[in-house]
């Protein structure tokens, strides 16, 4: 988990309320991404950001926002539109690749956050 | 959907044994690579092989790619029980700036 925080741990939420997950890294990393994980289940990608100030759309955007105005930062807003917010979410980083020939893009992780809605 | 489709779902051995896991994908891949997730952590990259490598070693894993079968292996040898957690292949398509796309896991216990 070296480098990358993600807060809070856990988070309860009531339904209808927005909710903003943070992440912090500080490996000096250009790409970050946002992943949602339900129980016995892998990684589905909501956001990632490749530079300061850009964000695209992952598999499952719908009911998420994000922004990234800071190379260190990548928060993410579960808002009342996502119909089913219970689960976790991982936040990560990898190396810029822009013009980097062979770049491996493994990503490095936070330690997560449970979201749970009441 | 998936990319990664990892086999079995669930593998349970004893200290010493070897753990041998395996994944499938559809497209043309960069890259594959395998994750650990210890239960309720974030994930911690093991091992990357890019897709004109065909094995790759780290400490007690092995890797194997086939890009004609579209598949990988992953070899834990001589397993501990701090190797229990569940372990994911991820893959980077040829079409897909840097994005992962993961499978669904394989648990792993390891009991001493």
């Known amino acids: 988990d070296g480098g990358i925080t993600q807060s809070p741990k856990y988070l309860f939420r009531k339904e209808g309320q927005n909710v903003t997950l943070s992440c912090e890294q500080n490996?000096?990393?250009?790409?970050m991404y946002w992943y949602r994980q339900d129980p016995g289940q892998g990684l589905r990608l909501i956001y990632y950001?490749?530079?300061?100030?850009?964000?695209q759309k992952g598999d499952i955007a719908e009911g998420y926002s994000v922004s990234r105005e800071k190379k260190e930062s990548f928060p993410l807003t579960v808002t009342s539109a996502q119909k089913n917010p219970t689960a976790f979410y991982l936040c990560?980083?990898?190396?810029?690749?822009?013009?980097?020939?062979?770049?491996?893009?493994?990503?490095?992780f936070g330690p997560g956050t449970r979201l749970t809605v009441l | 959907s998936q990319q990664g489709e990892e086999d079995p779902q669930a593998l349970s051995i004893q200290e010493g044994e070897n753990a041998t896991m395996n994944c499938s994908y559809k497209?043309?891949?960069?890259?594959l690579q395998w994750y650990r997730q210890n239960s309720g952590r974030g994930l911690v990259h093991l091992i990357l092989?890019?897709?004109?490598?065909r094995e790759k070693h780290s400490g007690r894993l092995r890797v194997t790619l086939d890009t004609s079968k579209k598949s990988s292996s992953l070899l834990i040898t001589a397993s501990r029980a701090a190797d229990t957690a569940s372990y994911f292949c991820?893959?980077?398509?040829?079409?897909?700036?840097?994005?992962?796309?993961f499978g669904a896991g394989t648990q792993v216990v390891v009991t001493p």
């Open positions: 990560a980083s990898s190396p810029g690749t822009s013009g980097m020939l062979g770049a491996s893009y493994e990503q490095f």
């Open positions: 490996l000096n990393h250009d790409a």
């Open positions: 950001s490749q530079i300061v100030n850009d964000f």
């Open positions: 497209t043309s891949i960069n890259n």
């Open positions: 092989i890019r897709s004109n490598e």
């Open positions: 991820a893959t980077v398509r040829t079409d897909s700036w840097g994005k992962l796309q």
